[in-house]
């Protein structure tokens, strides 16, 4: 029988062997999906920090700590030095790491959602509960108003303007010169109202915006011993100008919360001022990074309820500064002014734990599924990419 009727497929020579790809020839690639799961790993958010957590929670304990020794500082010279340094790098550090971790923020619809659930619903909850909370313990008839944050709650309007911009900053050629710029003029501007502190929002602005612009090798360059070392004489340093300026200068300054004019200061003190202030809070911060530990500690855990200390925190504080306890003599002395800070490190350290974070996650964290339409794109990404983890997943709070 001849080949030709044999039926299709048999006595064909077989398939050669398969051969390494020749010199300069690529080989195929791999389908999209499959490079996004080899990638997944390195992609931002999926695998938690040690340093970055630490460097949270050791900045929640310092907020902390200078809160509660506001009321304590008047008179005591070396507390107020040390309160000074504290107050020119604690919120600029938890700033910048805020910055750090919003740099892929985009108008995506889950994004959205979690900034509205993150930060916009815990704002009305906590600036509700805290006029309550004042009219209740203070007997004060405040009436609630969420165009004036009060005390703690500027921090969630300036985070929600800063996230809400973010995508506009990454367009703009020159971001932070743009946003050092912007907090200038708010210095010499006092005609700017109290609505939303927005003052205090845009010169803050900065260090936001230095956190988008920053990557993991730039916090690498603080990490080494030399560093830590060198940091030594610069906070001591710090100390001794602090110690020089208490009865010299205002410390209206570091709230960043007033223009030069409201400060007694004439107009041209503004600028200067905000370039002085963000030089002394950067070198300050690069020295508190160096100190900040890069391994798993005991502590470390609680970097990811940070958000919670901060906004719980000052319920104990103002309840404290209403009974009057601040006012015995014998906190203002030097062992009452150590168990203060013990305690109130204590406290916040407390109020970062899983417990508490489970009892007040449906007011700091609300899922809020039912309020926003589900997004079929959105559902299509959720199917086919795993499930995030809860820690995870709180990445991308404060």
């Not at 929670?57 to 030095?81: C, F, M, Q």
């Not at 809070?281 to 530990?293: E, K, R």
Request: aromatic fraction near 12%; charge should be positive.
């Amino acid at each position: 029988m001849s080949d030709a009727a044999s039926p299709p497929g048999q006595n064909r020579s077989p398939l050669p062997l398969a051969q390494p790809p020749a010199n300069a020839v690529p080989a195929p690639r791999p389908p999209a999906d499959a490079r996004a799961r080899q990638s997944a790993p390195d992609r931002p958010g999926r695998q938690r920090d040690a340093f970055f957590d630490n460097a949270k929670y050791l900045a929640i304990v310092l907020v902390a700590t200078g809160h509660a020794w506001e009321p304590l500082k008047d008179g005591n010279r070396i507390l107020e030095s040390v309160y000074t340094v504290v107050y020119t790098f604690h919120m600029p550090a938890f700033i910048i790491v805020s910055g750090f971790f919003s740099r892929h923020f985009d108008m995506r619809p889950d994004r959205l959602k979690r900034l509205i659930t993150g930060v916009a619903v815990p704002y009305v909850v906590f600036e509700t509960a805290y006029t309550v909370f004042r009219n209740l313990i203070n007997g004060s008839h405040a009436e609630i108003s969420l165009l004036d944050p009060w005390y703690l709650t500027w921090f969630l309007v300036a985070l929600f303007v800063w996230r809400l911009t973010t995508p506009l900053w990454r367009l703009v050629r020159h971001p932070l010169w743009v946003a050092i710029g912007i907090a200038m003029l708010v210095s010499v501007s006092p005609d700017i109202g109290d609505d939303l502190d927005l003052r205090r929002v845009l010169q803050f602005l900065p260090y936001f915006v230095l956190g988008l612009c920053l990557r993991p090798e730039h916090f690498a360059l603080v990490r080494h011993r030399r560093a830590r070392i060198a940091a030594v004489p610069v906070f001591a340093a710090a100390t001794a100008v602090g110690w020089w300026a208490v009865p010299r200068m205002n410390t209206g300054w570091f709230a960043h919360s007033e223009s030069a004019q409201e400060l007694g200061a004439p107009w041209w003190c503004g600028p200067v001022m905000t370039l002085a202030m963000m030089g002394c809070s950067l070198l300050l911060t690069a020295c508190f990074f160096a100190w900040v530990p890069g391994r798993t500690r005991w502590f470390t855990p609680l970097g990811a309820g940070t958000l919670y200390g901060y906004l719980l925190h000052g319920f104990l504080m103002k309840y404290a500064d209403y009974r009057g306890w601040f006012e015995h003599p014998w906190l203002h002395r030097p062992p009452g002014v150590i168990l203060v800070t013990v305690l109130a490190a204590a406290a916040v350290t407390v109020l970062c734990t899983g417990p508490v974070r489970r009892v007040f996650r449906c007011a700091v964290e609300p899922r809020m599924e039912w309020a926003f339409r589900q997004d079929a794109a959105e559902l299509a990404r959720g199917r086919n990419r795993p499930r995030e983890r809860p820690r995870e997943r709180e990445r991308v709070g404060v």
